[in-house]
């Protein structure tokens, strides 16, 4: 492995997207991460050892997801009276008696649970991620979204939607196995059964959670101990560090509060729906702002790249509601009406295709059209936007543009990282 430096980014640019050897997998060219954001310990081992990580790490956790099924199988029990009936029959008819409690373990019980594990697993999937081999911490990031999203999406709207009776998860899996046809009408009915308990759980997520993230308990909790603990100049110097911002533990969760929201807009309680999940986005929006500007770090980007999975998981959305639309309407007995919805579902799958193939190179490399002259842009660093205030002609007293000041050039992480040079700290 060999890190080259190019004189322009043009060079860059076509470089990385050359082929310099004829024979496949030989000598290949591909973009650097920054010096700050390189792991530079998996830069020592082997590609064939980095892709063993990879795959080992990948089975890991398709086998935690699975294994995550059987909690979250119990969860969905506790949401159906006639599951409890069968297991616990006087806890039944004594919750039967006392609504408030019924309410509140039917309801409250399972989305709490529900969004502590959703905080919780994806600390464990950070820890995997990060030895998965990755030579960019912004890579490790961009997996961390993927495997938490996949977690919170299979088992936080998948599991409960095939069997909100949790017990009978298997006997209605079987059965839509079976009969494939009965899939959309099966889950259309089911998804509408649990309007209320995604109701609870974005109004947990959102006025329930959002003041504890601006709280950072943890970091709280765990600062008098990293101060007892602290022994050498290094130590205390790291307890005035930041915490780190992760979007891997943020980001998934908001894009299955969207989908939701988008699932449930023409769905019975959707105008609740829409209502709990304004407030969500309302208060992460003041959230998650102050949280990167005054509170807490973000060292690495990954130029974008966060956008290509928001874009592809939002899709997703767009077709588990295509889908229900379908049971639902075919459910009315408007057949018809449902059969002109199904075109929907081939056409969103193709936009997704042409999405990958025309708009993900975009972000991937830097189109050299874009790719201005340096040189041009060390001697015009700003430009001025003229106003449109005719009696002074675009002039202010003082002779200068009455223009608002824009900035060009480097964005804030690319003037962070400039300077920096490809050094290992090993050395």
Known sequence: MALITMTTVAACQMLIQAEIDPRPGKFLTKETPSPSDMVWKNT??????RRLKSWAITLSITFLTLLWIFPTVFLASWLSICTIHKVMPEFAEWLENHEILKSLIQTGGPTLVVSLLNIAVPYVYDYLSNRQGMISQGDVELSLISKNFFFTFFNTFFIFTISKTGLDFYSALQGLLKDTSKIPAVIARDVEDLSRFYISFIMLQGIGLMPFRILEVGSVFLYPI???????????AQLRVPPTFQYGFYLPTSLLVFNLCLIYSALLYGQAILLVGIIYFALGYFTFKYMLLYAMDQPQHATGGAWRIICSRLVIGILIFEVVMVGQIASLSAFFQSASVLPLIPFTIWYSYYFTRRFEPLTKYIALRNIRDMNAD???????????????DGQTPNGHSSGRLLRRGSTLDELREQGLSFVNPSL
Not at 226 to 236: G, H, M, N, S, W
Not at 379 to 390: I, Q
Request: hydrophobic share 30%; glycine share 6%.
């Open 226 to 236: 990293y101060r007892f603990l602290a022994v050498t100049p290094r130590d205390y």
């Open 44 to 49: 020592y081992a082997a590609r064939g050892i």
């Open 378 to 392: 060390a001697t015009d660093e700003a430009v001025y936007e003229d106003g449109d205030d005719d009696e002074h």
